[in-house]
């Protein structure tokens, strides 16, 4: 989603705000754009596409005060016009989040007199706010009641004409504040002020800011102060180090951080599951996918019936549910939308709260009655790899826990080694001029494949499905025929005879079959085409060392087909808006 980044301070912007601007690219973004105070004068430089063309044609100069945006088009096409920032009269401001009413805005300035020259929804909003700045003659008290003005989700950065000052204000979308050795910061998400510094501090709903040497927080009228917090991994860990793409670095350190996950949780006290007598789990895309495998988890060991929504329906389905009900979100980022409503929906019915989150004090975090930390650090990767798997570890710890340590989840790291090695491109130079692919999987294992098809489509663009294996032939089997990719792990002993016939069936029909298995499958060894196998270990680590491969072959697959891996076409890292 859009991204959101300015600088007040000692220090030429310009190269912050582009740098800033760079770190925020993996959120995806279609233009981009800068403001900047110059001699008392406000100039604004946008381009449509990759920010270093916006760097190719930025002035040479210095200015002490800018703010920048990334754009990933909502209200108007991807171009120059809508581009951020937006100016209206005597502010200019870059918006991250959606108006819902600014159809009705738009009319209502337009018969003030009001023109104005994009299809966004900002530009109204950078005209509401000149509107009534012109009228209360004081910036705060207009940005104070913008909240009763305009609905739906913003965070601002805000210049006004006359004022060498930064305005910020976020209602729903997340926005924090800097703090460098010689000046503040503001952006949409902590890798853009990485490069300047690793303290910050997150503004809440209807908070506003005041930034110039010094920072002044109000919220609703009152100077409040917010907590300083600091970001502990280092810079670099941010950064691609030395990788060809974020995506292929987050796979790799997937080993590391499951073991570390695991060390972290070993002594402390989280949430006994077995408390409650049914449990729904809430999450989009990926995350719902482990939500998925948490269900089969937790309904094999624990014995508790869990079932699983996609946030943006469960947000509109009739509710059931009893005192001891417990709800769980999953999030990355903590600030998805759907996942937000949701997790309030939930809190309104007085139904106790988990939120498996990555991103420290994001929305969903501060929300939930009981939030646990996957420690993915940021990912940047547009495609979820190293979270994903983490909220898989996350739900086989839980689960462990209350079946008092049974099962050993140490040292999982040393059965994923091999695994980053294999060599990946044989078997992608079998798939990446293919037009479709289908995906097969029983119980977790379906889940699984689940998240393996959702990451070939969305990095490769190839057409991909996932099918519980017993239904292919309720219908789509009529789809495969001569040379077919047809893919399947295979974890599950019990269900191993039944998913072997579901691949003959296909491989009858001259499919191409690839499976991922803890099982060894010599005696069906012309089934399959290629197999890659993963140490059999139990159930609850078996999804974590399952999926790796079937990452790293999106990932091959992507890379030979010469996608934009980090940053797939009309994608966002974190979806904001409904
Ligand atoms: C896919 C992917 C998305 C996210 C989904 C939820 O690779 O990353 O499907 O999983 O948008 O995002 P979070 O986890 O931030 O709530």
Known sequence: MCGIIGYIGKKNSIPIIIEGLKNLEYRGYDSSGIAYLKDNKVSIVKEEGKISKLESILPKGISNIAIGHTRWATHGAPNKINAHPHKVGKITLVHNGIIENYQELKKFLMEKGYTFKSDTDTEIVAGIIDYYYALDEDIHVTLSHLKDIVKGSYALAILVDGIDKIYAVKYKSPLIIGITKDGYMLASDIPAILSETNKYIILEDNDICEISDTLNIFNNYKKIKREELEYLDSYDSAL?????H????????????VDRLVGLLDKEKTINLKKYSNIEIVACGSAYHAGLVGKYLIEKYLNIKTDVYIASEYRYSKMFYNKKTLFISVSQSGETADTIASLNLAKEHGIHTLGIVNTVKSTIARLSDEVLYINAGIECAVATTKAYSLQCLMFAILVNKCLKKKYNLNNISK?????????YKKIANKLYKKEDIFFIGRQIDYALTMEASLKIKEISYIHSECYAAGELKHGT???IEKDTPVISIITDNNILDKTISNLKEVKARGAYVLIVSSINLDKYDDLYDDVIYIDKINDLVEPILAILPLQLLAYNVA???GCD??????????????
């Open 240 to 244: 691609k180090n030395g990788y060809a």
């Open 246 to 257: 974020y995506m292929l670095k987050e796979i790799n350190e997937e080993p590391f951080l």
């Open 415 to 423: 059965h994923m080694e091999s695994l980053l090695t294999f060599d």
């Open 477 to 479: 089997i009529s789809l």
């Open 559 to 561: 890379l030979l087909r």
């Open 565 to 578: 891996i980090d940053k797939p076409r009309n994608l966002a890292k974190s979806v904001t808006v409904e």
